[in-house]
């Protein structure tokens, strides 16, 4: 069979087109004389956590300034009006090779700037990443290494990036899993001893005895069992740089005593000995607890708690970041891919679920639950995949997601009534015979509510 022969029995239409775009695994992005972006595929979604619908139609350097890509390469297209490749960043920490091609009219001006762009290697989440030479002040990823498209943690870490600077005691409180540790991390490295250590006891993973002599320190002999030789505590090697105290709502009170010390005096005594040590440390403390209660209930020192709240941060729950749970779950996917030497995908209903799920236990309990689903599940990580109690409790929640207004109800019956159309009649001809409409219209309305069903 020749390939003409194939296209056309393959009915080669707009919508067959579109599909095929969109198995592609490198991104495709075509951009008018404008900068306007009048075609993505769906890679957009790995690439940037953007769905097609909030890419299409903006001017790409508004998507720039946002951070979603660094650096810029159309001003330079449109400047040469020559092809360019060059290597770029995403929002997501994916590297991608890019190549842009400027397509020309009769006068040799621009006319359309059509883009094709490949990973080149696994997202670097949550690691310091290091500046690209080409990375220009102003396209700079504003947050660093910690992810998020939520207006409130992208102020959020404004104002820690702000804090980082001045040398004060610090406290994070949020629930298990919404990024503590890694805000405290990027604390510190935005901060003046960033090339000082970095140093965390979590007070709730170690028996009381063995924390004072890993933050203390001890003497040679100071108790049986002791090295002969002492040993340095974290307080003493974090010298020049930040202890973070993970878990203090579980520090023992005898113990919260001497840490008032060292914010107070920056002084401490080893355990068996008589001599004070002076450090310089920023301590930050972190808990999930709520110490304003432990503080009237009497199992959290007053004094110390006014001293670690000079300044306070709330992480919010990731319930309260539902933007953020799709490219989270593409990051982890990603990464989790790349360690297991894997190739899954996620379905689009899937994704719904997901996002409509109360997340009790934040970044860290989706983080495991896509390592586990790359794991176990099929080539598509499917709704049937998911724990039950999960897929009951997202289902729910879909379900109580409502229209508020008579134009949400409207959208959603008419996306019921496509896709429902679709499902039977799998041609646009024949859905708006249908449905009654036209057959562009028809069309129009399966690319935009029927992406998924497309692919089957
Ligand atoms: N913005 C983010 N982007 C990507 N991964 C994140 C983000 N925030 C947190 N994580 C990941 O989620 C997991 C939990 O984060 P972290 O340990 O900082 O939470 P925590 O609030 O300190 O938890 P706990 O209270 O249990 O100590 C970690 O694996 C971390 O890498």
Redesign the pocket.
């Known amino acids: 069979m020749t390939l003409s022969n194939f296209l056309t029995d393959l009915d080669l239409n707009m919508e067959t087109l579109i599909n095929i775009l969109d198995y592609s695994s490198d991104e495709i992005f075509v951009l008018d004389k404008n900068k306007k972006i009048i075609y993505v595929n769906d890679a957009c979604k790995k690439h940037y956590g953007l769905n097609k619908e909030d890419v299409l139609g903006k001017i790409s350097l508004e998507l720039v300034d946002k951070g979603y890509w660094y650096p810029s390469i159309f001003p330079d297209v449109l400047d040469r009006k020559e092809p360019i490749t060059m290597k770029q960043t995403t929002i997501l920490g994916a590297e991608l090779l890019t190549s842009v091609v400027p397509i020309l009219n009769d006068k040799k001006e621009v006319e359309l700037i059509v883009t094709t762009a490949r990973e080149l290697q696994s997202y670097k989440?949550?690691k310091a990443k290091e500046k690209d030479a080409h990375q220009s002040k102003e396209t700079e990823d504003p947050f660093g290494s910690?992810?998020?498209n939520n207006e409130k943690m992208k102020d959020l870490l404004k104002f820690a990036k702000k804090v980082a600077a001045a040398n004060s005691t610090l406290l994070i409180l949020?629930?298990?899993?919404?990024?503590?540790?890694?805000?405290a991390q990027y604390i510190h490295e935005n901060g003046s001893r960033k090339n000082g250590p970095f140093l965390t006891i979590?007070c709730a993973a170690i028996p009381a005895d063995l924390m004072e002599s890993e933050l203390f320190g001890y003497t040679p002999g100071s108790f049986t069992n002791a090295s002969r030789f002492g040993k340095k505590g974290i307080l003493e090697c974090a010298d020049g740089g930040t202890v973070f105290l993970?878990?203090i709502g579980d520090m023992p009170l005898p113990l919260q005593a001497k840490i008032l010390q060292v914010i107070q005096e920056k002084t401490f005594i080893p355990i068996g000995g008589n001599k004070e040590k002076q450090v310089d440390i920023r301590i930050i403390a972190?808990t999930?607890k709520d110490l304003n209660k432990m503080v009237k209930s009497k199992t959290f020192r007053e004094d110390l708690y006014y001293r670690l709240n000079v300044v306070d941060i709330q992480?919010p729950p990731l319930r309260e970041r539902q933007e953020?749970i799709i490219p989270?779950i593409y990051?982890f996917l990603y990464k989790f891919n790349r360690i297991h030497e894997m190739n899954k995908l996620i379905s689009k209903d899937c994704l719904e679920l997901l996002s409509h799920y109360s997340w009790p236990g934040?970044?860290?309990q989706l983080?495991n639950l896509i390592e586990r689903l790359v794991i176990v599940s099929d080539d598509v990580i499917d709704i049937d995949d998911l724990p039950e109690g999960m897929y009951n409790q997202g289902l729910l929640q879909m379900e109580n997601t409502a229209p508020t207004s008579l134009n949400q109800a409207i959208e959603s019956a008419k996306k019921e009534m496509v896709r429902k159309s679709y499902k039977v009649n799998k041609s646009s001809r024949r859905v708006a015979k249908d449905l009654q409409i036209s057959q562009t219209y028809a069309a129009k309305l399966i690319r935009e509510y029927c992406q998924d069903l497309l692919k089957d």
């Open positions: 989440m949550l910690i992810m998020t949020g629930e298990s899993g919404t990024g503590k540790s890694i805000l979590n993970d878990e972190a999930n992480m953020d989270l990051n934040n970044i860290r983080e």
